[in-house]
């Protein structure tokens, strides 16, 4: 069993539509969903489907990431080199025993730009956006973007690769390419590891080894990386200058390799995949930090619940949904929610993608072309919402507050 510590839950990231429970009080959710096949994002109403809004972009969406805030969201289209940063349209201020909620039309804010975008993070108030073929990490912070102010500033790695940045503190963690093995003429080489750097752009320590470093998430002030020895655990000692420790797979682990990670919120943990039919709970805290779950079949995707900490859901390529308990790694209940969507094929084959919003679970549906809401506490359908096109990338953010 995993002993996971409490720690101060932050506010879920929703995206949203409106409906009154009292005169004053709201439940804000919208939906942004990008299409794997035609070079648009949608932005519809989460209770009803309505569409608020849909954005011409230059390339189909292959990340889409909400800003901690929900403010503002990134729709990186990897192929065209391009960034477009969307408005929500939801804003929320925190009073202390309630939060206010601000509806806006949502907005196209900008276009960033850059060659091979990939990997974009979410932390604190900014969005730091990798750009492989260039080798660095754009910095926007989300009060100019909202002003459709485009400026950043750069952190700049050894060389153009596969990347990944990330604050931690005053410190930044920037992934480190091995530039001394041989590629073919085109090709990115290897990731290396994870290299620290100070406020002045200086390496602090020596680069801790990561190879084939894929995948990272934050959970309470801690980092952790996906490599292929095991996980990599980035924490602050008592000066702040972060630690870095590695986790091993150790020889319980079947092979294979984490490449996605989600971080907890309200606990601290984090969950990654772990080869196609598996996935794996870390907690740095216990001696063994792993426990991995077996899936029926191979996964299709994963989400966590921000309002049930110990929760979390896995689609599998039999058209499942499973509900996976943090804390005993057991499969609690599942139900069939679409039809079969096989792993294989091409990777970028359009499969269902997975969004929570509050007590709902949004389910992309390309082949139906349709949005599925299923009841996060039964796993029932709700209600289908239709959407035109291959309904693929999927995010959500809202939440209750107060309309004045």
């Keep these: 069993?995993?002993?996971?510590?409490?720690?101060?839950?932050s506010s879920a990231i929703l995206i949203a539509t409106l409906s009154p429970s009292r005169a004053d009080e709201v439940e804000a959710w919208r939906l942004l969903v990008g299409d794997q096949k035609d070079a648009k994002l949608t932005v519809l109403d989460g209770a009803t489907g309505h569409q608020i809004a849909?954005?011409?972009?230059e390339g189909y969406v292959t990340h889409l990431v909400a800003s901690e805030s929900g403010k503002t969201a990134f729709a990186v289209q990897m192929d065209a080199d391009a960034v477009d940063v969307i408005a929500t349209g939801v804003t929320f201020s925190d009073h202390g025993e309630h939060k206010d909620v601000e509806l806006n039309q949502p907005a196209q804010l900008g276009r960033i730009h850059g060659r091979r975008?990939?990997?974009?993070?979410?932390?604190?108030?900014?969005?730091?956006?990798?750009?492989?073929?260039?080798?660095?990490?754009?910095?926007?912070?989300?009060?100019?973007?909202?002003?459709?102010?485009?400026?950043?500033?750069?952190?700049?790695?050894?060389?153009?690769?596969?990347?990944?940045?990330?604050?931690?503190?005053?410190?930044?963690?920037?992934?480190?390419?091995?530039?001394?093995?041989?590629?073919?003429?085109?090709?990115l080489p290897p990731r290396l590891g994870l290299k620290v750097l100070n406020g002045e752009g200086q390496q602090v320590g020596e680069i801790a080894t990561c190879t084939g470093l894929h995948g990272e998430a934050s959970s309470a002030g801690m980092v952790?990386?996906?490599?292929?020895?095991?996980?990599?655990?980035?924490?602050?000692?008592?000066?702040?200058?972060?630690?870095?420790?590695?986790?091993?797979?150790?020889?319980?682990?079947?092979?294979?390799?984490?490449?996605?990670?989600?971080?907890?919120?309200?606990?601290?943990?984090?969950?990654?995949?772990?080869?196609?039919?598996?996935?794996?709970?870390?907690?740095?805290?216990?001696?063994?930090?792993?426990?991995?779950?077996?899936?029926?079949?191979?996964?299709?995707?994963?989400?966590?619940?921000p309002a049930r900490p110990a929760t979390a859901y896995v689609f599998t390529e039999d058209g499942k949904l499973h509900v996976l308990d943090i804390l005993t790694?057991?499969?609690?209940?599942?139900?069939?929610?679409?039809?079969?969507?096989?792993?294989?094929?091409?990777?970028?084959?359009?499969?269902?993608?997975?969004?929570?919003?509050g007590t709902e679970?949004?389910?992309?549906?390309?082949?139906?072309?349709?949005?599925?809401?299923?009841?996060?506490?039964?796993?029932?359908?709700?209600?289908?919402?239709?959407?035109?096109?291959?309904?693929?990338?999927?995010?959500?953010?809202?939440?209750?507050?107060?309309n004045h």
């Design 1 to 9: 069993m995993l002993r996971l510590p409490l720690i101060a839950a």
């Design 54 to 57: 849909q954005y011409q972009l």
């Design 117 to 187: 975008p990939v990997h974009a993070v979410p932390h604190d108030d900014q969005v730091l956006q990798f750009f492989d073929l260039e080798g660095e990490a754009r910095i926007f912070d989300e009060a100019a973007l909202l002003k459709g102010e485009m400026t950043h500033e750069v952190v700049r790695s050894t060389a153009p690769h596969h990347g990944v940045a990330v604050p931690l503190g005053a410190y930044m963690l920037i992934s480190e390419p091995d530039v001394s093995k041989a590629t073919k003429e085109g090709d």
């Design 329 to 357: 790694g057991r499969l609690t209940r599942s139900v069939q929610v679409t039809e079969p969507y096989s792993k294989d094929g091409h990777w970028r084959d359009p499969r269902p993608r997975l969004a929570v919003m």
């Design 361 to 402: 679970i949004a389910v992309t549906d390309p082949r139906r072309e349709r949005i599925l809401i299923l009841d996060a506490q039964t796993l029932g359908e709700n209600r289908s919402l239709p959407i035109a096109g291959s309904p693929f990338n999927i995010v959500a953010v809202g939440g209750s507050g107060i």
């Design 224 to 305: 952790a990386f996906g490599c292929k020895e095991g996980v990599l655990i980035a924490r602050r000692d008592g000066s702040g200058t972060p630690e870095l420790e590695m986790l091993s797979y150790g020889d319980d682990m079947p092979e294979g390799q984490v490449g996605t990670l989600l971080g907890g919120r309200a606990m601290q943990f984090f969950l990654g995949n772990y080869g196609d039919d598996k996935v794996v709970m870390i907690d740095p805290s216990e001696e063994n930090p792993f426990l991995l779950v077996e899936l029926p079949v191979r996964r299709v995707d994963f989400a966590l619940d």
